[in-house]
T-cell receptor, first 117, second 113 residues
Framework: NAGVTQTPKFQVLKTGQSMTLQCAQD?????MYWYRQDPGMGLRLIYY???????DKGEVPNGYNVSRLNKREFSLRLESAAPSQTSVYFC????????????????FGPGTRLTVT | GENVEQHPSTLSVQEGDSAVIKCTYS??????FPWYKQELGKGPQLIID?????GEKKDQRIAVTLNKTAKHFSLHITETQPEDSAVYFC????????????FGTGTRLTVIP
């Protein structure tokens, strides 16, 4: 199993450009997540998808859109990139769908380092 | 919503000494508390977790303790080794049954050989 894979690993954009970050998991997990990681601020949830066909906003959704293409794939789109979106982006998938009393182990991808100039 | 605070932000210890990282959470309904380790250039990896029905859990050199009354939990690493150097994150779900996590701001641990 490859686990959670992300593409690209690095990207430089100019302000106003658009791009889509791709994420795929081969663990048959129902839930998938997009986080951004900034120095001193930990991991902040952008959007998540609890199951195929559903998406929900996290803490910092402004400026982003997501698509749960199928059970394996969850993409993050920046329609008009801004310097404030310079960050490292992590995709994660979730082992179980939040059943009471069951753990919430999230598996993370290797990250995409995005710079917006 | 949930608020998870983590301290300290940086921690340096001599090889062989112990390291302790603490987190507090705000939502008394939270019932699961994982710890993640992030090495340079990689995504976070789960290293240990604890559920709200136990007070302590150990796995070799690492342990997590939970004080539900005070709403805080801690990561303990004993006999630290240079390969323990990394950034550590605590997390908690916002409520029972939630399928997302709120993360602390991270602790950069440096183990000095």
């Amino acid at each position: 199993n490859a686990g959670v894979t992300q593409t690209p690993k690095f990207q430089v954009l100019k302000t106003g450009q658009s791009m889509t970050l791709q994420c795929a998991q081969d663990m048959n997990h129902n839930s998938m997540y997009w986080y951004r990681q900034d120095p001193g601020m930990g991991l902040r949830l952008i959007y998540y998808s609890a199951s195929e066909g559903t998406t929900d906003k996290g803490e910092v959704p402004n400026g982003y859109n997501v698509s749960r293409l199928n059970k394996r794939e969850f993409s993050l789109r920046l329609e008009s990139a801004a310097p404030s979106q310079t960050s490292v982006y992590f995709c994660a998938s979730f082992r179980t769908p939040g059943l009471a009393g069951v753990g919430y182990e999230q598996y993370f991808g290797p990250g995409t380092r995005l710079t917006v100039t | 919503g949930e608020n998870v605070e983590q301290h300290p932000s940086t921690l340096s210890v001599q090889e062989g000494d112990s390291a302790v990282i603490k987190c507090t959470y705000s939502d008394s309904a939270s019932n699961y508390f994982p710890w993640y380790k992030q090495e340079l250039g990689k995504g976070p990896q789960l290293i240990i977790d604890i559920r709200s029905n136990v007070g302590e859990k150990k796995d070799q050199r690492i342990a997590v303790t939970l004080n539900k009354t005070a709403k805080h939990f801690s990561l303990h690493i004993t006999e630290t080794q240079p390969e323990d150097s990394a950034v550590y994150f605590c997390a908690a779900p916002p409520r029972t049954g939630a399928n997302n996590l709120f993360f602390g701001t991270g602790t950069r641990l440096t183990v000095i050989p």
